[in-house]
Nanobody
Framework: QVQLVESGGGLVQAGGSLRLSCAAS????????MGWHRQAPGGERELVAT???????NYADSVKGRFTISRDNVKNTVYLQMNSLKPEDTAVYYC????????????WGQGTQVTVSS
């Protein structure tokens, strides 16, 4: 049973920083891409950032220059460092990973709330 467990969300003032973590556990042969998505109240889930197994990254325009995605392939963990946070960054943040077990499947974490106050 593969699980993704997120941590690090919370309440922060505008201009502050938070670091999210997402650890994959279970029977895992390898992990391809990993990433973060977010969903604001009343909104659709949107891509925030992704990172390949080789370390190539991709960011939504709205977070470029403020957020940094990274991963530890030994710990099967992906991180999202969020700086210069804005109230519009308020959302539930979800971790996603393409994990190879016996087949390759997409897994999602349970979500962690990030709230940025003005």
């Amino acid at each position: 049973q593969v699980q993704l467990v997120e941590s690090g969300g919370g309440l922060v003032q505008a201009g502050g920083s938070l670091r999210l973590s997402c650890a994959a556990s279970g029977v895992i042969q390898s992990i391809n891409s990993m990433g973060w998505h977010r969903q604001a109240p009343g909104g659709e889930r949107e891509l925030v950032a992704t990172i390949t197994s080789g370390g190539s990254t991709n960011y939504a325009d709205s977070v470029k220059g403020r957020f940094t995605i990274s991963r530890d392939n030994v710990k099967n963990t992906v991180y999202l460092q969020m700086n210069s946070l804005k109230p519009e960054d308020t959302a539930v943040y979800y971790c996603n990973a393409q994990i190879v077990t016996f087949v390759t499947r997409s897994f999602w974490g349970q979500g962690t709330q990030v709230t940025v106050s003005s």
